[in-house]
């Protein structure tokens, strides 16, 4: 079985992406591994902190452990958004595979500080482990927002090559015109976010690092393409899933109104999950 470090360097060579969809259950597990599955891709399962107390960070490892060895799949478990050092080495204990160590809302020098000392402390529970770090605004809150957040400051190729070479990640979190959740004009359709190719690109050069795009839900299809072919390596896709879960769930009910055995309701929710995370992977995929 290949590592993530492995996959990530393959999808770099073949210009694709690998994707990472957030899950809060079982249900959003089932919905992730099946499409992965049908298409025979790698595929990345996340959990931020939130979705990590709701579930259980070892409960989440255990169940991707299981689907890796008995299916011999390539599926990999990232510890999302992770703000203190305390939850990071737990994820790093419970066996994950990537952490997102997000102490990008400190001043530079401090997050630098606080990054690399994160690195090392990860690096000592487990070697292989990789650490993503953050710099830059990509907006809290992978949810609708009344309107999509305004003026955020993208990362600069200087910082970029500074936080690299200072921490030690393998992994940066740029922000290059992406941000996390959906605007209700997304949400209808009406408005997309659009990405600085350029940027990225200049950032993947001067770093030398794999790249992730966090908060691409919404983003114009077009743009992610190119982002790949600059330089991204992963894709987050969270609130779109998130979306699709309610309105499946939304359907359930109000088709069966007096249905009560979950098992005949869920299925509405996973298949509208698999519908986008389906749609997402043969986007990032494309060759
Ligand atoms: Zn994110």
């Keep these: ?12 060579q073949n210009q694709v992406a690998i994707g990472h969809f957030n899950i809060s259950d079982l249900a959003g597990l089932k919905a992730v591994f099946e499409s992965a599955r049908a298409l025979d891709v790698p595929v990345i399962v996340g959990l931020s902190e939130g979705e990590r107390a709701f579930m259980g960070a070892r409960e989440a490892a255990a169940a991707v452990r299981v689907l890796r060895q008995d299916y011999d799949y390539p599926i990999f478990l990232n ?14 204990r419970a066996g994950f595979d990537s952490i997102v160590f997000d102490r990008s809302e ?16 990860l690096k000592a ?5 990789l650490i993503e770090g953050e710099i830059g605004e990509i907006g809290t809150g992978s949810e609708i927002h009344e309107e999509a957040p305004q003026g955020l400051t993208l990362t600069t190729t200087e910082e970029a090559k ?20 959906l605007s209700r004009s997304m949400v209808r ?26 908060g691409a839900s919404g983003t114009n299809d077009d743009d992610l393409r190119r982002a790949i072919r600059a330089g991204i390596t992963e894709i987050h896709i ?19 109104r007096d249905q009560v055995v979950p098992y005949k309701l869920l299925p509405a929710a996973v298949d509208a999950m698999k519908q986008v995370v389906s749609a997402r992977l043969l986007l990032f995929n494309r060759k």
């Design 162 to 181: 500074e936080f690299a070479s200072a921490t030690g990640i393998d992994i940066l979190a740029p922000a290059v015109g992406n941000t996390h959740g």
């Design 189 to 214: 359709g009406e408005a997309q976010k659009r990405l600085n190719i350029d940027r990225i690109g200049e950032i993947g050069k001067a770093t030398g690092l794999f790249m992730t795009l966090h």
């Design 106 to 121: 400190l001043p530079f020098a401090q997050n630098i500080a606080e990054t690399r000392r994160a690195v090392e402390t």
């Design 1 to 12: 079985m290949k590592t993530l470090r492995e996959m990530l360097v393959e999808a770099q």
């Design 125 to 129: 529970i487990n070697p292989s482990i």
């Design 238 to 256: 969270n609130t779109e899933v998130r979306l699709a879960w309610r309105r499946g769930l939304e359907d359930a009910f109000a088709k069966e």
């Design 79 to 92: 510890a999302d958004h992770t703000h203190s050092l305390a939850s990071a080495e737990d994820a790093a």
